[in-house]
């Protein structure tokens, strides 16, 4: 099911942690809704500009994010549901921090989005955070965001996308911008300012197809997507050079399609026509590439790149240095699954792979790094709908998620703050 219950043969499918954040922030005073939208096939007329080469209207300088030591492992079992609905284990707590057609913050004109989905944290100089969230629904879509002080109120709510279609997940990039993917056959990626003090970017360089989500390896600046289509392919773009700040240039690159050989090993072949304005869909212009089924949630962390396929129910594992895939979780080996509905990912400090349930038993579940599989927390009464975009705030006590479709499939997407002990000062 796609946004408000739609199926994959209705409108649309169904349906992440930054190592550094912004600096030099403005106080973030009441915003209107930014202009912006995408000239793909689907999708209104386009309004936000296109980089040149070499720009670098988004090369914040990153802030560093504390040292932390994971405490996943030490979670206990979930116990009964609270008054929200939400389990979760002794010592942590939820709260509800935004709903669907509601004010975020009281007395403030923004009101929160339909179909809330992926979404991730950004820090700011004065302690407190940022969490942006994309939302998947047609022609309006957009991203909507959150800012806490540092002692965790909420104390603004702002848009800084708009008028786009269907922005499932995404990623953060390190220099501090969200990434937010448009999931039709014909969509694209727009970087966004998670301040809203600057236009968002449309990056036709990172390909047009039915987009889910995108990763950074910061270490050899390639840029990793995934695409959700039964047959979707796993992508990686290569920046033609980097900015003087030393990031990866996203106008200009190369967009390859992964082919994986029986014994794992990865070698990339360059897509002829990464802007799919002929007759042959992206995925299918390199014959020999290798298909994944419903591509979702992607991360990278320390060398590994994590991505999940939710019509096998796997999470793959890719050793971005050797270039070797293989599987980290297999719902289908499994005798009493943990985890199912693979979706979106988000990884802890230390290598915890978390992935969020799009239906299965509506949990976040925990890969530990001993293979272990532990349920984090666990939405009732939301059966027909998904949990979204996990990302933890920069202390790694609160954990942002939302449930898309809300109660009963109604259509009001809540977005919630678990928080307790995650992690513990490095």
Known sequence: RGPMGIRRD???????MLQGGLAGFAGLMGR???????????????QTPTLPPGGDEFAFVPMTRPKLVSRIAEIGPLGAPDALGVRVAAGFTARVVAETGKAPVPGKPYVWHTAPDGGATFPAPDGGWIYVSNSEVPFVGGVGALRFDASGALVDAYRILDKTQAN?????SPWGTWLSCEEIPKGVVHECDPRGERPAVVRPALGTFRHEAVAFDPVRHHVYLTEDEPDGALYRFTPLGLNKHGFANLAEGALEVAVVATDGAVSWKRVPEPSFTGDVATRAQVPDATKFD????????EGVLYFTTKGDNRVWALDTAAQRMSTLYDAAKQTDAVL????NVTVSCCGDVLVAEDGGDMQVVAILPSGQAKALLQVTGHDKSEITGPAFDPSGTRLYFSSQRGVGNNGVG????VSGPFHAPG
């Open 168 to 172: 499932c997940a995404g990623g953060p």
């Open 340 to 343: 199912t509905g693979v979706d």
């Open 294 to 301: 419903g591509g979702e949630g992607i991360w990278w962390h």
């Open 414 to 417: 809540i977005t919630y703050e």
């Open 10 to 16: 209705g409108l649309l499918a169904r349906r992440a």
């Open 32 to 46: 209107g809704l930014m202009g912006c939208s995408t000239s793909s096939g689907d999708a209104p007329a386009a």
